[in-house]
């Protein structure tokens, strides 16, 4: 599996100016991971519970701190699951963490 695609995870952090006022600001770590698609048993499971995952997003879970949006090619997702694929026996490997995303629209769910 060749990590050939950045992804931007996004955390949002929430400070408060002098007036009072709460302030949002995010930070981007940049990442490479790999692109994959949602599963079919996947899809039909999520949708039954109101879910629309759209990208999983294969990354190695060193990098990956719980960071609830990411951005991939212009676009932002929401990291609907995570899942921990069994470990892999390949010499030098890192443990990969699968992000599960959904689109995000106008600053809510798509």
Same mark, same amino acid.
């Given at each position: 599996?060749?990590?050939?695609?950045?992804?931007?995870?996004?955390?949002?952090?929430?400070?408060?100016?002098?007036?009072?006022?709460?302030?949002?600001?995010? #930070?981007? /770590? %940049?990442?490479?991971?790999?692109? =994959?698609? &949602?599963?079919?048993? !996947?899809?039909?499971?999520?949708?039954?519970? *109101?879910?629309?995952?759209?990208?999983?997003?294969?990354?190695?879970?060193?990098?990956?701190?719980?960071?609830?949006?990411?951005?991939?090619?212009?676009?932002?997702?929401?990291? #609907?699951? /995570? %899942?921990?694929?069994?470990?892999? =026996?390949? &010499?030098?490997?890192? !443990?990969?963490?699968?992000?599960?995303?959904? *689109?995000?629209?106008?600053?809510?769910?798509?």
């Amino acid at each position: 599996m060749t990590f050939d695609h950045e992804l931007t995870l996004i955390s949002k952090s929430y400070t408060t100016n002098s007036m009072g006022d709460t302030i949002q600001e995010e #930070t981007e /770590t %940049f990442i490479l991971c790999d692109v =994959k698609s &949602v599963t079919r048993s !996947e899809h039909y499971s999520a949708a039954a519970h *109101g879910l629309r995952p759209e990208l999983v997003f294969e990354v190695n879970k060193f990098e990956y701190a719980g960071q609830d949006e990411v951005e991939f090619e212009g676009r932002r997702y929401n990291v #609907t699951r /995570t %899942f921990a694929p069994s470990k892999s =026996k390949g &010499v030098g490997e890192f !443990e990969k963490l699968e992000l599960v995303c959904q *689109g995000v629209v106008n600053n809510g769910s798509s």
